[in-house]
């Protein structure tokens, strides 16, 4: 059974910074991208920002300057740098793995971790 686990979260002033970290734990292989979601009360989940295995990343136009996905080997977990926090930022965040196999993609999800930034 493959887990994960955000932690990170908490209130923060607008402006401010948070740093979210994902931690895989259980048998897995390897995961070809890591990617940080959020989903804020009323709205659908969202792509924040994905890391891929080769080391590519992609990020929604509204985090781009700001915020940061990277992967850290020696604790095999990712993060999230997020800078400059703005109040509509405010959401709980998801760390998502995605682990190809020849005919499947298998999705992992972490229960997420709430930000909420103040005005």
């Known amino acids: 059974q493959v887990q994960l686990v955000e932690s990170g979260g908490g209130l923060v002033e607008s402006g401010g910074s948070l740093r979210l970290s994902c931690a895989a734990s259980?048998?897995?292989?390897?995961?070809?991208?890591r990617a940080w979601y959020r989903q804020a009360p009323g709205s659908q989940r969202e792509l924040v920002a994905a890391l891929t295995s080769a080391g590519t990343t992609d990020y929604a136009d509204f985090v781009k300057g700001r915020f940061t996905i990277s992967r850290d080997y020696a604790k095999k977990t990712w993060s999230l740098q997020m800078n400059d926090l703005k109040p509509e930022d405010t959401a709980v965040y998801f760390c998502?793995?995605?682990?190809?196999?020849?005919?499947?993609?298998?999705?992992?999800w972490g229960k997420g971790t709430l930000v909420t930034v103040s005005s």
């Open positions: 259980g048998n897995h292989g390897i995961f070809y991208v």
């Open positions: 998502k793995a995605e682990e190809k196999h020849p005919f499947r993609t298998d999705d992992y």
